[in-house]
């Protein structure tokens, strides 16, 4: 196998541990995931939430503070799109969880990961954000 298709591999299967983590709730399992400057990038954000979130240390505590909202989280992948450089990879999943106190989110999201290093340097995530603005505010009433 070459270098080449070592790296996908690697990155594919870093892409697969990223959502059943995220599923588990397993936040120190998903963090070791992330490169030090990795960044969140939300192209199209919903009132009261970032563009982006830079640095490891950033993105572990939000997702930490934003896990802590769910009851439940599921994803599943509907398509896995694997660059030919094997430097990044883009998937379609659809989320669906359940907020403390009983309100459901559902999405459809495009992500595209890219990595440096086997570690995720950037995640740029193309949702909804109308679908979204429920989640942040559950936030807000934290």
Same mark, same amino acid.
């Given at each position: 196998?070459?270098?080449?298709?070592t790296?996908?591999a690697?990155?594919?299967e870093?892409?697969?541990?990223?959502f059943?983590?995220?599923?588990r709730k397993d936040i120190?399992?998903?963090s070791?995931?992330?490169?030090?400057? &990795?960044r969140?990038?939300?192209?199209?954000?919903p +009132?009261g /939430?970032?563009?982006?979130?830079?640095?490891?240390? =950033?993105?572990v505590?939000?997702?930490?503070?934003?896990f802590?909202?769910?009851e439940?989280?599921?994803s599943?992948?509907?398509a896995i799109?694997p660059?030919a450089d094997?430097?990044?990879?883009?998937v379609?999943?659809?989320?669906?969880a359940?907020i403390?106190g &009983?309100t459901?989110?559902?999405n459809?999201?495009? +992500?595209? /990961?890219r990595?440096?290093?086997g570690?995720?340097? =950037?995640?740029?995530?193309?949702?909804?954000?109308?679908r979204?603005?429920?989640?942040v505010?559950a936030?807000?009433?934290?």
């Amino acid at each position: 196998m070459t270098d080449l298709h070592t790296n996908q591999a690697r990155n594919l299967e870093t892409v697969r541990s990223f959502f059943d983590l995220m599923h588990r709730k397993d936040i120190d399992g998903w963090s070791d995931l992330w490169a030090e400057n &990795g960044r969140i990038i939300v192209f199209y954000p919903p +009132a009261g /939430f970032g563009d982006s979130i830079d640095g490891k240390a =950033a993105i572990v505590a939000a997702i930490r503070e934003l896990f802590g909202n769910f009851e439940s989280f599921e994803s599943e992948l509907t398509a896995i799109y694997p660059a030919a450089d094997a430097e990044a990879v883009v998937v379609e999943y659809r989320n669906c969880a359940m907020i403390k106190g &009983g309100t459901e989110y559902t999405n459809s999201n495009i +992500a595209v /990961f890219r990595f440096k290093n086997g570690l995720i340097s =950037a995640y740029h995530d193309y949702f909804d954000p109308r679908r979204f603005q429920v989640v942040v505010d559950a936030l807000a009433k934290n």
